[in-house]
């Protein structure tokens, strides 16, 4: 099996140090908690921003500040901002950070409910628009789909030439509005990509491990993050991104998968690095 890329999603967009005091905010926290995810053995940071009161923001400065802080920290992890930001952001804001030509970001590839009255829109033009953009930039997509017709969309679009082969796809697994965290589902997902592809899970909530787990198990990869989940065990809050990445190699060495460096992840992902 290929070796495990690890993605840390240290920050997110909605979850806030009310969850989780250790949620970084500042540009120093961002870098804090890059690093202990790094040095525990992730090759991917995810990354949204915040103002320091803690807002989310996709402004391109802030962006480049935190991308900087990373960089003295850690200087060869891949770094993949967000073009999700959060919910009820326009476009225009959304994209914001692909004009830094980061190796990676992230494509949403459809609209779903995100609990409450809240909806992540991602209209199909939005997708092209953001598709295209990537493609003229040299930005390699990730491809967030929380729900299987996501991955249909993906196909369409890589077929009319707004996403690139191979196509890497992240199944956000468990949010309230997409698809369940389960065997079943996972495997499903698993089962509708194209040959060539490449995955990673991302398990939401108490789900995170145990869907870590099966990734690792089935060949795919994983991402981990405060994004995602703030808890290390049952009613137990992680100290920092660094203790679940850690939690995932520990894992990951009981089932006999090796840990990609970031350029073992360019090679897998074939980033241009
Ligand atoms: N914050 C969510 C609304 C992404 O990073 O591309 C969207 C999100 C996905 O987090
Ligand atoms: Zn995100």
Same mark, same amino acid.
């Given at each position: 099996?290929?070796?495990?890329?690890?993605?840390?999603?240290? %920050?997110?967009?909605?979850?806030?140090?009310?969850?989780?005091?250790?949620?970084?905010?500042?540009?120093?926290?961002?870098?804090?908690?890059?690093?202990?995810?790094?040095?525990?053995?992730?090759?991917?940071?995810?990354?949204?921003?915040?103002?320091?009161?803690?807002?989310?923001?996709?402004?391109?400065?802030?962006?480049?500040? /935190?991308?900087?802080?990373?960089?003295?920290? %850690?200087?060869?992890?891949?770094?993949?901002?967000?073009?999700?930001?959060?919910?009820?952001?326009?476009?225009?804001?959304?994209?914001?950070?692909?004009?830094?030509?980061?190796?990676?970001?992230?494509?949403? /590839?459809?609209? %779903?409910?995100?609990?409450?009255?809240?909806?992540?829109?991602?209209?199909?033009?939005?997708?092209?628009?953001?598709?295209?953009?990537?493609?003229?930039?040299?930005?390699?997509?990730?491809?967030?789909?929380?729900?299987?017709?996501?991955?249909?969309?993906?196909?369409?679009?890589?077929?009319?030439?707004?996403?690139?082969?191979?196509?890497?796809?992240?199944?956000?697994?468990?949010?309230?509005?997409?698809?369940?965290?389960?065997?079943?589902?996972?495997?499903?997902?698993?089962?509708?990509?194209?040959?060539?592809?490449?995955?990673?899970?991302?398990?939401?909530?108490?789900?995170?491990?145990?869907?870590?787990?099966?990734?690792?198990?089935?060949?795919?990869?994983?991402?981990?993050?405060?994004?995602?989940?703030?808890?290390?065990?049952?009613?137990?809050?992680?100290?920092?991104?660094?203790?679940?990445?850690?939690?995932?190699?520990?894992?990951?060495?009981?089932?006999?998968?090796?840990?990609?460096?970031?350029?073992?992840?360019?090679?897998?992902?074939?980033?241009?690095?």
């Amino acid at each position: 099996m290929e070796k495990l890329i690890i993605t840390a999603a240290i %920050c997110g967009a909605e979850v806030t140090k009310k969850h989780n005091i250790n949620v970084p905010y500042t540009v120093e926290e961002i870098g804090r908690e890059a690093e202990s995810a790094y040095k525990a053995g992730a090759s991917i940071i995810h990354l949204h921003v915040r103002n320091d009161d803690g807002t989310p923001t996709q402004d391109i400065n802030r962006f480049e500040e /935190c991308i900087k802080e990373i960089r003295r920290r %850690c200087p060869d992890v891949i770094i993949q901002p967000s073009t999700g930001g959060a919910v009820g952001m326009s476009n225009e804001e959304r994209i914001q950070p692909i004009y830094l030509k980061p190796e990676m970001a992230t494509l949403d /590839c459809g609209t %779903c409910n995100f609990g409450g009255d809240e909806i992540f829109i991602n209209t199909e033009n939005t997708i092209k628009e953001f598709g295209e953009k990537m493609i003229s930039l040299g930005v390699k997509p990730e491809l967030e789909v929380f729900d299987k017709g996501m991955i249909d969309m993906a196909i369409r679009l890589h077929n009319k030439g707004y996403i690139k082969a191979p196509m890497h796809y992240n199944f956000v697994l468990g949010v309230n509005g997409g698809i369940s965290a389960t065997i079943r589902d996972l495997t499903f997902m698993a089962g509708s990509i194209p040959s060539g592809s490449t995955f990673t899970v991302s398990g939401i909530g108490k789900s995170q491990f145990q869907m870590a787990a099966l990734s690792i198990a089935m060949g795919g990869h994983v991402r981990v993050g405060f994004e995602d989940n703030v808890y290390i065990s049952k009613g137990v809050l992680a100290k920092s991104n660094g203790e679940l990445v850690e939690k995932v190699v520990r894992i990951a060495k009981e089932i006999g998968r090796e840990i990609a460096s970031p350029d073992e992840a360019r090679k897998i992902l074939q980033l241009k690095g």
